[in-house]
């Protein structure tokens, strides 16, 4: 059954506004993700809202109907609201007519099956939850298991993060950790660890990749510790042909992810 | 000579504070760069601001100290300003303790020589100033010579891709055309049009590039018009192994870059 919330001061409108903290995600355990698509890709991959919160003026549309049942069926909320109270809950003038609630993902290193994949991206203190989506995007294009991040990343349950993931934070599994953890879980087993470095290093083409690869990144403006990349077991160079000596962390993740799926794939 | 200025009603408070929104920048044409990393950039290649902005709080640096009297051997003007004025010009809790303005540069086809570089970057209806930022810093590291952005694009000049660009603003040829000027302007000459394409595509990698090389990027939701895929000389796909049919924009085109360099690069 929907329900039907009319005024700004309902505490589910100040519960949703809420989720765009990362303090009250936290308490609530719980976080927002907005857009069809989105909530199509994670009803294909299981994941159903704990709450949907559509827009009276929505278009109709037969998957938004099938999610409507599904959620239900499962226990989950239906609200509808006008346009102008989701607006309210976005923060956007021109809000997606549909949103959901779902229950925030394990993200302990236990979680991690380093064998279901042959590429696993990481990155270190990563600040901008844009970059951490656009990660979680490339990750799931080039058949990586997961993202796992370290020390005081931004919150992969962000706004931001899940709309830049494009659907991948449902798909791809998501670690959080601090170095030592980290380090300790990843020589418990087999598996490379690589970053790009500008010492010590070979071209990041043709260079030994080895499955399941993980591929550190570093922080947007201080790149990685140098104790970092000490650890690693392969430190390649992109080339930086212009005045700059640094890419864009998601862009240099993805390069890196490329040319490691290319190396792992075999000529046709 | 330093000016001092303190009221926030000062209106060359007001000038810097417009030059945040496109409609002043275009009135104006000129730009804000913040920073004095980008500005030493600047400076690198040539470029002085027409006003240079310091917090009075700022550490002595002896690269500022040398921007500041080339600034004002080259008739600009330099202010100095407290930090919390500073703030309100940038729309900063914590500015950069520098900022300049520059003189937007010319950005017609006509300003770009395609044999000066094997690479360009093309990006079409490209909407997001971050994305844009972050093709100019690429280009600079693959030794583009530019990006030409088709249609109706982000600001090139907007302080967020002036940011992303982290200087490549400065060193990358920047143009802006519709396709119509753009696909008269390439075939006036040589030049491969290359994209990105599901449809009637070779793999990306090792595809037959030629120089110099223009990549096409399309726009993040749409992607590019059938009509443009179709132009181009050479289609080539990504593998998209998940659930995702794109990468990110400024993804896709470093990728894609970074491809083409090497391909252009005898192995070693």
Not at 62 to 77: H, I, N, Q, R, V
Not at 141 to 149: D, H, T
Not at 160 to 173: K, L, P, Y
Not at 225 to 236: I, K, S, T
């Amino acid at each position: 059954m929907r329900r039907t919330i009319t005024g700004f001061s309902n505490p589910t409108v100040k519960f949703l506004r809420s989720l765009r903290d990362k303090k009250h995600r936290k308490a609530e355990q719980c976080f927002l993700a907005e857009g069809l698509r989105l909530l199509i890709d994670a009803r294909e991959t299981g994941r159903l809202p704990q709450m949907l919160v559509m827009a009276t003026s929505r278009a109709p549309h037969p998957l938004l109907d099938a999610l409507e049942s599904d959620a239900a069926a499962a226990g989950g909320e239906v609200i509808e609201m006008d346009e102008a109270l989701l607006a309210k809950v976005t923060g956007k003038d021109n809000p997606q007519a549909v949103c959901g609630v779902f229950a925030e993902f394990d993200t302990s290193l236990a979680g991690i099956d380093r064998v279901a994949a042959p590429i696993w991206l990481v990155a270190q203190a990563l600040r901008d939850p844009g970059n951490l989506g656009t990660l979680l995007r490339t990750g799931d294009a080039v058949g990586a298991g997961g993202l796992i991040l370290l020390d005081d990343c931004a919150d992969p349950f962000s706004v931001e993060a899940v709309r830049a993931s494009m659907g991948a934070i449902f798909t791809q599994s998501v670690a959080q950790a601090t170095w030592a953890e980290f380090a300790a879980w990843l020589r418990q087993d087999g598996g490379q660890l690589v970053a790009a470095s500008l010492r010590d290093a070979q071209p990041y083409r043709g260079a030994p990749y080895a499955a399941p690869c993980f591929i550190l990144i570093g922080n947007e403006s201080r790149g990685l510790p140098q104790e970092y990349e000490d650890a690693c077991d392969l430190r390649v160079t992109l080339p930086m042909l212009g005045r700059a000596d640094s890419l864009n962390a998601a862009v240099a993740g993805a390069v890196l992810a490329y040319e490691v799926l290319a190396s792992f794939t075999p000529d046709p």
